[in-house]
């Protein structure tokens, strides 16, 4: 990897942004908090790993409790360091140094950050509010700013984008193949994956869905069970890795079987494959995301019709509701420091796309996630099946499809001037 390459450039980036940010907002220096341990229960004395503030993790991704960095405009940004001598316990060292020599590095005793940090006109972001450092805690118009500059990838950034597909696709083709050749439980694959992808669960970007059969049609299923299911199932996972902070995000859905709904299942899932590789192909500076999110309603509409399971036109199947129904969240989210990033949310999506989480104007140096999906979410089918609209399907085929559950493909994108680059297949290339 070529960190100590790319970062200077990255920390330049910051720089400058977070200057224009100061002088806008009449601060003289910014501090980012990487936090506090936090208690699993006053009861016991079991903390939780600790979670940098997005801010902090921006800059550095030296991951301690109690850590600071400062900003202050034409200085060299100052990374405080609470060291503690303990004998209980111990941080993982981050995986590269290559951060180092970008700060000034000033180390103190436990509970002695305040006397190096400044005072004055400070702005301080945290996760912590209770126990922040002196200064304005959290100021919103500050915050919208500094979310600005997650919004384009640096090369570093994108680096560690890319190494993190690259190490969850190690665990997405080994579980693959366990389900393949196999009758893995829930809980099994979890942990197959967590080991072939070399992580541990507190260290994930997040926690990973891994859902056999009807549990697939459960968005975020996380209540891994120990059965085994034998004959014909489906399988999905969607799992990612953390690199020095950035985290991929990746589905994958599987089927096996040989009755006809295992066949029919999978000629659907071989088309909400062909629509998300259309979708990808579509994306291009200039486009609203919401726009984008249209399309693969369109797209599934057409394969509803197509597989006989919708029996309306695709503009019906789309304008009363059914293509939601099946689809009902959104088609994307933006993808960095945090799984669900900062700052490609500058307004309310339509009502009828309630959950979108993306509602920015496509540029280059976007990175964001493209995972359509079908799900057989009975609270949701039910209302089409008591109106007018229960001509619109063919409810023998959600019937076989109930036990199958659901379908999402999920890659991780990078907007470029001209394309994308698709670090999901490019890892699995």
Not at 32 to 49: E, H, I, M, T, V
Not at 177 to 194: I, K, M, N, Q, V
Not at 230 to 248: E, H, P, W
Not at 334 to 351: E, F, Q
Request: proline share 6%.
């Amino acid at each position: 990897m070529s960190y100590a390459t790319t970062y200077p450039a990255h920390l330049e980036y910051l720089q400058h942004g977070y200057e224009a940010a100061m002088a806008e907002h009449g601060y003289d220096a910014v501090i980012l908090c990487g936090g506090a341990a936090a208690p699993k229960s006053r009861f016991d004395d079991q903390s939780w790993p600790l979670c940098p503030t997005p801010a902090y993790a921006h800059w550095c991704p030296l991951v301690e409790a109690d850590a600071f960095v400062v900003i202050r405009a034409g200085s060299r940004p100052t990374l405080v360091r609470t060291v503690v001598d303990d004998f209980w316990e111990t941080t993982p060292p981050p995986e590269s140094d290559h951060f180092w020599s970008g700060f000034t590095v000033v180390e103190v005793k436990p509970g002695m950050a305040g006397d190096v940090l400044p005072g004055g006109r400070v702005a301080v972001i945290t996760r912590d509010q209770g126990t922040s450092p002196p200064g304005s805690v959290n100021p919103p118009a500050l915050i919208a700013a500094i979310d600005l500059l997650r919004t384009k990838k640096t090369a570093y950034e994108i680096e560690c984008l890319a190494e993190a597909s690259r190490r969850a696709v190690l665990g997405h083709r080994h579980v693959a193949e366990l389900f393949r050749t196999g009758t893995p439980s829930e809980l099994d694959l979890h942990l197959a994956y967590l080991g072939a992808s070399e992580q541990d669960e507190a260290r994930a970007p997040y926690q990973n869905i891994v859902a056999l059969g009807a549990h697939t049609a459960i968005l975020h299923y996380v209540a891994y069970t120990r059965e085994r299911i034998t004959g014909d199932t489906s399988f999905l996972i969607d799992a990612g890795a953390k690199v020095l902070g950035y985290g991929s995000d990746i589905t994958r859905t599987y089927v096996r079987g040989t009755e006809s709904s295992a066949k029919r299942f999978a000629e659907l899932l071989e088309r909400v494959d062909a629509c998300q590789q259309d979708i990808i192909r579509r994306i291009r500076p200039g486009l609203p995301y919401e726009d984008l999110h249209d399309e693969p309603h369109r797209l599934l509409a057409v394969a509803l019709r197509d597989l006989g399971i919708g029996r309306g036109s695709v503009d019906e199947l789309v304008s009363r509701g059914i293509t939601r129904a099946l689809f009902p969240h959104g088609l994307g989210h933006s993808l960095g420091i945090t799984v669900h990033d900062a700052g490609l949310k500058p307004r309310p999506p339509r009502g009828e796309n309630k959950f979108l989480r993306n509602t920015s104007v496509i540029e280059a140096g976007q990175v964001f996630t493209i995972e359509p999906g079908i799900y057989v979410i009975d609270g949701l089918l039910g209302p089409l099946q008591s109106d007018d609209r229960r001509e619109l399907v063919d409810w023998s085929a959600i019937a076989d499809f109930r036990r199958f559950g659901g379908i999402r493909i999920e890659d991780n994108v990078l907007v470029e001037a001209s394309g994308t680059r698709n670090l999901t297949r490019e890892a699995f290339a």
